[in-house]
């Protein structure tokens, strides 16, 4: 296959030759069984919409929602309008509330598993406090309509408005005693977004873990599970022991999930994860691999991702959302490179040749020639010869 020229961080560029053969065709096989899977699916913007990068999104919905297909073919589940749907950058809740519906009703059709974001994000001034629990009121009642699993998510009106962990614990107990089934509660760390710095109510993690557990103590029949990112395995391991008996770990560390899934001799993280966007059909081969107990394969699988994985969320880590399109679009899930929000200017060029060249030689391409074609022309019309 022809050499590719691939930009140099400080000027320059090195020559790469992309693989010449596709993996082998993945294909689907039984439900995944040791492990609760899910993929935090990216949305799919229309190229063709004439909208501004602040205005409401476009969203192309029948690649949208293809894409979520792929991913229930291979055994995944779906986690829907979370922070990799762009929530809060370029998604806003009118978006949201639509790709709810129309991925929920989708699931039902497909037979797949789907779990649902509940923020709070059409707050957008201010808010005080009952204002900020009527939001999730609202998004709650959405989810439970659509028939998909609440996923709590952390809220920055609420970060803003509240003075203490007491008005943590107030939020969230109204909100689990309203649940019709057990919810799925996340912590998202400020480096996914710096305004939930101190979210609990104190800035001292060790502290803020003391709040969480106690929401969760409160209600353990009301929580399925909690989903952890933290980007801290150790943090997230003493967390996980701590977890009353049949509450799940989800972990949410892209840079640690191997070795969090695998576990230890005390328990191990079930999964709900950006990066199984661009790794779906990888992931589900390797967690199978370790339905059979085969650890061995499972980490020989997934460990070589995780440089990947690393460079993708590397900081600023919101702006990982821009690799995981530009892989998607390279795979052939989609047929350009526009993000809503116009986020597709997020990262550098440099930083997109790498994510390139770091899938193209985990074998993540279905077909390597069309990869190699359609970075070519993004090199090109970025001004680096070829």
């Not at 993945?26 to 949305?43: D, E």
């Not at 029948?62 to 990799?84: I, K, P």
Request: charged fraction near 20%.
């Amino acid at each position: 296959m022809t050499t590719l020229l691939l930009p140099v961080a400080g000027g320059g560029t090195r020559a790469y030759t992309p693989s010449a053969e596709p993996p082998p065709t993945a294909v689907g096989g039984p439900p995944l069984a040791s492990r609760t899977v899910f993929s935090a699916a990216h949305v799919v913007a229309d190229p063709f919409a004439d909208v501004s990068p602040d205005g409401p999104a476009a969203v192309d919905w029948d690649a949208t929602l293809a894409f979520r297909r792929h991913l229930w073919s291979h055994g995944l589940g779906v986690a829907e309008a979370m922070d990799t749907a762009q929530r809060g950058m370029g998604l806003d809740w009118a978006g949201a509330a639509e790709l709810i519906r129309r991925s929920a009703a989708e699931a039902e059709a497909a037979g797949g598993r789907i779990a649902c974001g509940v923020g709070t994000d059409q707050l957008t001034g201010p808010a005080t406090l009952p204002e900020v629990r009527s939001a999730y009121e609202e998004q709650l009642a959405l989810v439970d309509a659509a028939g998909a699993q609440p996923i709590l998510m952390a809220s920055r009106a609420l970060a803003a408005a509240a003075t203490s962990p007491d008005a943590y614990l107030e939020t969230y107990g109204h909100l689990l005693r309203q649940a019709r089934e057990p919810v799925i509660l996340h912590w998202l760390g400020s480096m996914f977004d710096p305004a939930l710095e101190g979210y609990w109510g104190v800035a001292d993690l060790d502290a803020a873990t003391e709040t969480f557990l106690e929401v969760i103590a409160a209600h353990p029949d009301k929580v399925d599970g909690i989903k952890v990112s933290l980007l801290d395995a150790d943090r997230e391991i003493a967390l996980r022991r701590r977890l009353p008996d049949g509450v799940r770990c989800y972990t949410g560390d892209d840079f640690n999930y191997p070795e969090l899934i695998a576990g230890d001799d005390h328990g191990f993280s079930h999964a709900l994860l950006g990066i199984f966007d661009p790794l779906g059909p990888l992931a589900a081969e390797a967690v199978r691999a370790l339905d059979t107990g085969d650890v061995k394969r499972f980490r020989a699988l997934l460990d070589p991702t995780v440089e990947l994985s690393r460079h993708l969320f590397r900081a600023p880590t919101r702006y990982y959302k821009t690799g995981v399109v530009l892989l998607a679009w390279l795979a052939g899930h989609q047929t350009h490179f526009t993000m809503v929000g116009g986020l597709q200017s997020a990262r550098s060029l440099p930083h997109l040749a790498r994510a390139y060249e770091l899938a193209d030689g985990l074998g993540l391409f279905p077909d390597p020639a069309l990869a190699a074609h359609r970075m070519r022309s993004l090199l090109t019309v970025h001004g680096v010869p070829q």
